[in-house]
């Protein structure tokens, strides 16, 4: 059994039944509002800006143009720019304490109920510029944005083993074959 966010008792999952845990946070999205508790642990902390030139904008396209408009950082006061970064990197630590205690608590289920998991871990909303072209967002078609992860955890260290980095490009279509194929091969394993 488990409190909804909203204090309403619930009960939990079927421990005889596969079962599949979809779980998204909107983070960093915008507005990048961090907790009290994680802003004070980057308080003291000072980046470095990228540098940006508005040169560098006569070699982009009208949109991109645009997007810069829209998402100006270069404008910003030195101590502005900090406190956005700061921000930015204690949006993330709430979200990986959010994302860690939600997987802690699912290794715990899956090994009460005494069942294998597999948890992917798929960071894939774009990276997020923190001054690079003189903006403070995402969604441009820039370096930053281009690179995402994806992590795979599993009970079963012989399909899926500990330390293994493959430095790939992933299509993130093809992750329904491999729950499916994974889902199949769990529930399989149980008929034997």
């Avoid at 961090?34 to 070699?59: C, H, K, M, W």
């Avoid at 270069?74 to 956005?84: D, N, R």
Wanted: negative net charge.
């Amino acid at each position: 059994n488990y409190t909804t966010s909203w204090g309403r008792e619930l009960p939990g999952p079927p421990t005889d039944k596969p079962l599949m845990v979809h779980l998204g946070y909107h983070f960093p999205h915008t507005p990048v509002l961090p907790s009290e508790e994680f802003r004070d642990q980057f308080a003291d902390r000072t980046y470095r800006v990228p540098d940006f030139s508005e040169d560098e904008l006569e070699a982009l396209p009208p949109q991109l143009v645009s997007l810069h408009e829209k998402m100006n950082f270069s404008g910003m006061k030195p101590e502005e720019k900090q406190q956005a970064i700061r921000d930015y990197y204690a949006f993330c630590a709430m979200g990986d304490s959010l994302v860690g205690r939600a997987v802690d608590a699912f290794k715990a289920f899956s090994t009460k109920s005494g069942r294998d998991f597999l948890i992917l871990y798929v960071i894939g909303d774009h990276g997020w510029h923190l001054g690079e072209q003189g903006i403070e967002a995402k969604f441009g078609p820039y370096d930053m944005s281009n690179h995402c992860a994806v992590i795979a955890v599993s009970s079963d260290k012989k399909t899926w083993p500990a330390g293994k980095v493959c430095h790939k490009f992933v299509e993130y279509v093809d992750f329904a074959p491999t729950i499916l194929r994974m889902a199949s091969s769990c529930s399989q394993a149980r008929r034997l």
